[in-house]
């Protein structure tokens, strides 16, 4: 017979790998409030990763006890058994160790090889690029517009000489605040779990869309957070305009240089130019709170007392 | 003083200008202005030699030369900058990526027909 807490832990981890991420991928709402969604994202994310190994967990320890203190408590203190050990329960602690493992194991791999890669390019950048027209922007030389910043201890933001030349001083100061934003708000850490789950869960559909969706959240939530720094009598259309010019400028982009998809482009112009109305309070609420009860939910079938 | 980091463009920008490999003292000396002492140009040149930036021949004194020039750097930079690999967006920010010509005509038409909102 299988805990109930395990059964229950199981259909959460089944929601949150298909059904959740599916329709919160297709849902509409989130680009009306990226930082919201985000939220959302992250809890759906850890959830997902804590229900999938506390089933089972829970499943492997119950023939030391109904819940996973009382289990604990029980191994650590040598009790015997209540139940017979099954080869299922075996089956279930292995399953719960290599997932756990390598779970944390990429997540962890995934940090020191983007960290590494970044001092590679910061290494090549410090040698390359000379002052830019703004303090905290460097100029690199190059005729594709391109215009990026390296997170970190000591971040850089870099704009490429093309395009300086393609945009206009007002669009260029929309693309640094753009830029400034990712850097402020340490968008590359909401990023990294999401790279990691798709780098642990190949096969696993929602690991793929979850990164996208987040992706473009996050691009969207860095275009709000620069019309709110951003003078001029229509920042909204300068920042349009940026984004245009940037991602259709292919002046001189080397080979090997695949393209994006439109789409996600798309959707940034359409709602700097057409905004729809921002979430109601209510429903910001009503997200936040599922974000927390969506992480409560897992947290408590593991340290609660057994159900049955 | 200069910073290391400052000091590192100044010594590549030196090896880059010049027409063959050169020699420490000769960096020291064209560096004089920044009252820079020989050892701090020889530990300069160690950090870009494990950087990869520089290497050195067997002549005695030995003698240090660029690697690449300022414009293979540049561009191995832009290759990584433009590529998409699946973490590119998690190690760098990028404002925007690069679409294809149908998609570019989509997007100018949607800004010529966009409100000024």
Known sequence: MLPVTAVALAVLAALLAWPVPALLARAQWPGR????????????????????????????????????????????????????????????????????????????????????????????????????????????????????????????????????????????????????????????????????????????????RAHGAVRELVEMRADDVALGSLSGTSPRRTLAEAIVAAAGGAGGVPTGALAVSGAGVRARVVRLLEPAHPLPAAARWTALSGAVLLLLLPTALLLLPALG | MASLGELERAVMDRLWAADGPVAATRLRNELADRGVALTTVHTVLTRLEQKGFVRHDDARPRRFSARASREDHAAELMHEVLGQAADRQAVLARFVGSVNDEEARLLRELLAGGSTG
């Open chain 1, 33 to 208: 409030d990226p930082l919201v969604a985000l939220v959302c994202w992250q809890a759906v994310g850890l959830a997902g990763g804590l229900s999938m190994i506390g089933a089972l967990l829970v499943h492997g320890l119950a023939p030391w006890g109904h819940s996973l203190p009382e289990a604990a408590w029980a191994v650590v203190r040598g009790h015997v058994v209540t139940e017979p050990v099954r080869g299922d329960h075996w089956v279930a602690l292995t399953l719960a160790g290599v997932l756990a493992f390598e779970l944390v194991g990429v997540l962890l791999l995934s940090w020191a090889r983007i960290v590494r890669t970044r001092r590679r390019h910061r290494e090549l950048l410090e040698l390359v690029v000379q002052p830019g027209p703004q303090p905290d922007a460097r100029l690199l030389d190059h005729p594709a517009p391109v215009a990026f910043c390296i997170p970190g201890a000591r971040p850089l933001l870099v704009l490429s000489s093309g395009m300086v030349a393609e945009l206009d001083d007002g669009q260029l100061a929309a693309v640094v605040a753009h830029e400034r934003a990712h850097l402020a708000e340490h968008h590359h850490l909401l990023l990294l779990p999401f790279v990691a789950w798709k780098a642990a869960l190949p096969v696993l559909p929602a690991a793929e």
